[in-house]
């Protein structure tokens, strides 16, 4: 079974500092895949950053990175330089090979000015 | 612009109603999806049509039906809905199928339908 658990719901975090937002999963398979998703109020879901669990080098784009501890079965997302736009619901997801999305319960970031 | 698109945004409708909603994606992507969300809550997946196969979550009740008139188009028609389906309907999209793998399993979301069932 997948299951992924998101402990913080709710940071705060002052603008132009780092967070770094909690994931932690949970699967018996060897290929899988890791997902950051941002919904901002408006309601779409927008994809940040993608991690594979056989990709050696955590992954990376722009002001996001992800800090991937497969032993640990971790996958916390790091915002650098935290701007106001980033306020919004944080939701971690886990595939595994052949099956579909399991979103966790989502962390919701308010970024003070 | 969002690459794929939901129609409406809002919806409001009685119990006895019968509407539809659209989404239409531009990508070439080979599945879709529909997922329903309640506040403060993640997405659900409702439906996928993946390959010209259509899997459902068994736990979806039959006054919801989608339909997938041709690969770029996802409706989800609804009838004789209850107040408790309120929610945010999220379409998305894939370049692959659930048999597939890889970082081209990437959802590509709308930008949802609010529907509010009277």
């Known amino acids: 079974a997948q299951k992924i658990t998101q402990t913080q719901p709710g940071m705060f975090v002052q603008e132009k500092e780092a967070v770094t937002l909690d994931c932690t999963y949970d699967?018996?398979?060897?290929?899988?895949?890791l997902f950051w998703y941002k919904q901002p109020s408006s309601g779409e879901m927008i994809f940040l950053i993608y991690q594979g669990s056989y990709d050696e080098q955590n992954a990376t784009e722009g002001r996001y990175s992800l800090n991937f501890q497969k032993a640990r079965k971790s996958a916390n997302l790091v915002i650098s330089a935290s701007q106001l736009g980033d306020s919004a619901m944080y939701f971690c997801a886990l595939r595994n090979y052949g099956q579909n999305f399991v979103f966790g319960p989502g962390t919701r970031l308010s970024v003070l000015p | 612009d969002t690459e794929v698109t939901q129609t409406p945004k809002h919806l409001v409708m009685g119990m006895t109603n019968k509407k539809s909603l659209k989404c239409e994606q531009h990508m070439g992507h080979r599945a879709m999806y529909w997922y329903k969300q309640k506040a403060k809550k993640p997405p659900e997946l409702m439906f996928v049509?993946?390959?010209?196969?259509?899997?459902i979550n068994e736990s979806v009740p039959s006054r919801f039906s989608p339909e997938c008139p041709n690969s770029s188009l996802l409706n989800l028609h609804l009838h004789a809905l209850q107040p408790e389906d309120s929610a945010l309907y999220l379409c998305?999209?894939?370049?692959?199928?659930?048999?597939?793998?890889?970082?081209?399993?990437?959802?590509?979301f709308g930008a949802g339908s609010r529907l509010t069932v009277l």
């Open positions: 049509y993946s390959y010209e196969k259509l899997s």
């Open positions: 998305a999209s894939s370049q692959v199928g659930q048999g597939d793998f890889g970082g081209a399993n990437v959802l590509t």
């Open positions: 699967t018996s398979d060897q290929s899988y895949g």
